[in-house]
């Protein structure tokens, strides 16, 4: 039998599970092999040496032997270890939900260099500070150009017309993306988008990460924009990420510890 093809890649571990008495089975993407399946053999020994550097967050380089059914790791060094963003609850969560995006959309095998370097930019911002909604918008909205399900926020989805700032728009996932007052469609109490709303929308598409991270926007807008967006990936990538309750959760214990908090 011929050696088994070894190489060396740059990964990010998306999800694992552990597997008989002491491995366990990662799920990983890669640049140029997209997402791809591999074993950490005895890696849960007390002994392994590759034990406690094959953590999510974090950009490796492994290097893999290629198997019949998983890869099998055989070496790994830490690149970014991502620290900062493991640190506080909703930033972890926030990194674990664009993971399990990453993860549930992606074909195994599939080349994906463009959301792998989108993932780890993503982490990178989130682990220097920016606010983890932001990170996550940013990342949902890019993420869908890179799948080929850009939502529409400058034109009707319907007409075509180009949105004006003096109408009122409707926000149609089915369709993807805005509908305007002229065409037919639900009600507007049911579907309304406010203009602030379509701004921001507009904003994560265009603006640079940087741009993002200054924007002053008020929380109802950003809420609504994070509602316009949930919805849209559920139509889209028939998406339910399991990490967003967690996330929810995380974020209303917060926000009752706040209210809690004696005044000064
Ligand atoms: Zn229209």
């Known amino acids: 039998m011929p050696a088994p093809r070894r190489y060396v890649t740059e990964a990010i571990v998306l999800s694992r599970f552990d597997y008989g008495e002491a491995d366990r089975i990662l799920t990983l993407i890669t640049p140029g092999g997209g997402k791809i399946k591999a074993i950490a053999k005895g890696i849960r020994r007390q002994k392994s040496r590759i034990g406690g550097s094959l953590e999510p967050f974090a950009e490796l380089r492994l290097a893999l032997a290629q198997g019949r059914t998983f890869e099998v790791v055989t070496q790994v060094e830490v690149v970014h270890a991502w620290l900062n963003l493991r640190d506080d609850l909703v930033s972890f969560g926030t990194a674990s939900y664009m993971a399990e995006l990453a993860d549930g959309t992606l074909e195994e095998r599939h080349a994906a260099e463009s959301v792998y370097i989108l993932l780890k930019r993503a982490y990178e911002i989130l ?18 150009d890179e799948l080929g399900v850009r939502p529409e926020v ?24 805005v509908l305007c007052d002229r065409c037919p469609g639900p009600p507007f109490e049911r579907a309304a988008l406010s203009l602030d709303a379509l701004k921001l929308l507009k904003a994560y598409q265009r603006q640079d990460v940087e741009a993002l991270a200054a924007l002053r926007v008020r929380p109802e807008v950003e809420r609504e924009v994070e509602i316009a967006m949930r919805e849209f990936l559920a139509y889209s990538l028939d998406r339910k990420p399991r990490s967003l309750a967690f996330l929810d959760e995380v974020r209303s214990n917060e926000a009752a510890r706040a209210h809690a908090a004696p005044r000064p």
């Open 127 to 144: 682990d220097a500070g920016m606010t983890p909604g932001r990170v996550a918008r940013w990342f949902e909205m890019h993420l869908a």
């Open 154 to 177: 400058d034109r009707c989805v319907e007409c075509g017309r180009l949105l004006e700032a003096d109408e009122r728009y409707r926000w149609m996932p089915p369709l993807g993306g």
